[in-house]
């Protein structure tokens, strides 16, 4: 948004408070155990001052959560802090947008609402710790749906320039990241896989896909190609090669191959349309000679490929689908166990494969659970196990109506969420707001925000819900210029 106009000096007056606030919460966190815990206080209040702020605020909420411990202590209640953030950016959102007050809704955000509902219906029949289950599909829908109508609530140039602020901020933790490659700061938790500034190198490598996938989503939406954003992608190439996140480098790869296919199939249009940075003859002879150095070094690439399958050699393996098989197998052999068990029932919500691991963590005052770690690593086959036949069912459709919004935004948003997507296939994080999966969710409800119908009117951002059936831009853009050319800062 612009500072200029009638409103200017407060918007001035917001994004300097915002900024202040952010300074202080970094501060805190990086200090004492005492103020890490006061920095999710600031990011609260952060959070109280729009819906920007607000999403400004739960991602720093995930980087606080997911900071490498040898860098900065942690708080004695950060999980406690988590919810608090969470909940003052739901207050200051929720009802700025006029949601509550709203009752027109439409089929994704009234597929959202069941599908939430469901669950807590379902944790009170089959799950066997009600109140995890409950608690877990609370915070989720809490976190989605403030996520999603800031998005909607923002006028286009606003939502482009968070968008922006994000991008950098992300590619700003793999660029603070470098410095500590040569360092055993970077390497505490396994010795082995980098992790930079993250607490583990699966986090830093998966986060480092996400970002990737943004940066080619960006180049190639573009009609004239960002060097900066090929600078970003293969800085987030190289970590994720650093970190040994196999997960990680595969989403990457089929995210950003499979959007392309998803939008060649979905519009049948020339591939310059859709793709506009193909048009460039800059790219294409930049394609040409990436493409002749990769032939050239193909026994070099083949090596760096099988050292990455394998770990370097730790892992005795073949084939990527060897590599899945053998670190995934003892996941989800016991959900499909489960899966033939209880077809229809499902063992409810958040609940670990054997419902004897599930370690529930509690606040010592209010007795309420306030972590309930589970490791699942296909999502698909986790929310098959967990809710049933007929809760995965609506699962599909709800992700395939998000798939199809983000379609409808062109590649850039479609790259981003079919990277969510595919690391969700090896690390079920989408509905784990309270880690890793915050981020994930910040990225999947911009990416559907991109392909749904904007409020026409800042003012009256409670129609939020009821535009998300339709597509973005309006017809009239669609004639001026192609969808897969959001502007984007």
């Known amino acids: 948004?612009?500072?200029?106009?009638?409103?200017g000096p407060r918007i001035k007056r917001s994004l300097a408070l915002g900024g202040l606030t952010v300074a202080l919460a970094?501060?805190?966190r990086l200090t004492s155990p005492m103020l890490a815990d006061v920095s999710y206080v600031l990011l609260a209040i952060l959070a109280l001052l729009g819906r920007r702020h607000a999403v400004v605020a739960l991602g720093l909420a995930w980087l606080f959560t997911m900071i490498n411990p040898?860098?900065?202590?942690?708080g004695s209640a950060a999980a406690l802090g988590r919810f608090l953030v969470i909940g003052a950016a739901a207050f200051s959102v929720l009802l700025r947008s006029g949601v509550l007050l709203s009752g027109r809704v439409r089929l994704f955000s009234a597929l959202t609402l069941v599908f939430a509902g469901g669950i807590v219906a379902h944790a009170l029949l089959v799950s066997s710790f009600p109140d995890v289950s409950i608690l877990k599909a609370v915070s989720w829908l809490v976190a989605f749906v403030t996520?999603?109508?800031?998005w909607r609530g923002l006028g286009r140039v606003e939502r482009e320039g968070l968008a922006n602020t994000l991008f950098w901020g992300l590619a700003a933790v793999g660029a603070l990241s470098m410095p500590f490659i040569l360092s055993p700061?970077?390497?505490?938790r396994n010795e082995v896989g980098f992790q930079g500034i993250l607490n583990h190198p699966q986090a830093f490598g998966t986060a480092m896909a996400l970002l990737g996938g943004w940066a080619v989503g960006r180049f190639l939406s573009r009609t004239t190609p960002s060097s900066l954003d090929a600078g970003v992608a293969l800085l987030a190439l190289f970590l994720i090669l650093l970190s040994e996140a196999r997960t990680g480098g595969f989403a990457f790869l089929l995210g950003v191959m499979t959007a392309v296919f998803l939008l060649r199939l979905s519009r049948r249009e020339r591939l310059t349309l859709l793709l506009p940075a193909l048009a460039s003859r800059r790219v294409l002879v930049s394609g040409i000679f990436a493409g002749a150095c990769l032939i050239l070094a193909a026994p070099t690439v083949k090596t760096l490929t099988d050292d990455f399958v394998a770990k370097s050699g730790r892992a005795d393996v073949g084939s990527a689908l060897e590599a899945f098989e053998r670190s995934r197998s003892v996941l989800y052999?016991?959900?499909?166990?489960?899966?033939?068990?209880?077809?229809?029932r499902g063992i409810g919500w958040g609940i670990a494969s054997q419902p004897g691991q599930t370690n529930v963590r509690r606040d010592a005052f209010t007795g309420l659970p306030v972590g309930a770690a589970v490791e699942k690593g296909v999502l698909p086959l986790a929310v098959l196990e967990e809710l049933g036949?007929?809760?995965?069912?609506v699962f599909l459709l709800w992700l395939g109506i998000a798939i199809k919004l983000a379609v409808a935004g062109g590649i850039l948003p479609l790259s981003v969420l079919m990277t969510v997507v595919f690391v969700n296939m090896g690390e079920s994080v989408l509905f784990s707001?309270?880690?890793?999966?915050?981020?994930?969710?910040?990225?999947?409800?911009?990416?559907?925000?991109?392909?749904?119908?904007?409020?026409?009117?800042?003012?009256?951002?409670?129609?939020?819900?009821?535009n998300d059936g339709d597509s973005y831009p309006p017809p009239s853009a669609k004639q001026s210029r192609p969808l897969s050319q959001p502007a984007h800062g």
């Open 1 to 7: 948004m612009s500072a200029t106009g009638p409103h």
């Open 433 to 466: 707001p309270g880690g890793m999966g915050m981020l994930h969710l910040i990225l999947f409800t911009w990416a559907i925000s991109m392909g749904a119908a904007p409020a026409p009117d800042s003012r009256h951002v409670g129609r939020w819900l009821a």
């Open 389 to 393: 036949i007929v809760g995965f069912a």
């Open 333 to 344: 052999r016991p959900m499909l166990e489960n899966i033939e068990e209880n077809p229809l």
């Open 70 to 74: 040898a860098l900065a202590p942690d």
């Open 185 to 188: 700061l970077g390497y505490v």
């Open 147 to 150: 996520l999603y109508a800031s």
């Open 26 to 28: 970094l501060v805190c």
